[in-house]
């Protein structure tokens, strides 16, 4: 079964974690699962970026980005070439290194 590392997060995970990945689930589910309560606004519909995570290694395993998650990464806080929504993300056979930024921008948190 494939490894998720999560590096250091102030708050959601503040010394990283290590936990397993079942392939075919997303890595937000994998998060959420083992106690990482990474946000996840529009309950992992792929309507906004508050589950925006980095990849720092094993981005090439995962599933090909569609039209809809490429379009709303553009709107996320953090942004890199490595950046995904974790709720779209598909775990496969590889291992992965992932990094939850800092901030998340979610509207609905901030009263917009």
Do not use: F
């Not at 379009?71 to 995904?84: F, P, V, Y």
């Not at 990094?99 to 948190?109: G, M, Q, V």
Request: overall charge negative; charged content about 25%; hydrophobic content about 40%.
């Amino acid at each position: 079964m494939p490894t998720i590392q999560i590096l250091p997060h102030a708050a959601l995970c503040p010394d990283g974690k290590t936990i397993d990945a079942a392939p075919g689930t997303s890595v937000c589910e994998a998060l959420l699962e083992n106690g990482i309560e990474i946000e996840h606004a529009c309950d992992m519909s792929c309507a906004c970026t508050t589950c925006h995570v980095i990849v720092r290694q094993g981005y090439a395993s995962l599933n090909e980005m569609d039209e809809t998650e490429e379009d709303l990464l553009d709107r996320a806080w953090g942004l890199e070439a490595d950046s995904r929504l974790s709720c779209q993300a598909i775990v496969a056979r590889a291992d992965l290194v992932v990094e939850i930024p800092r901030y998340t921008i979610n509207h609905a948190r901030e009263n917009h």
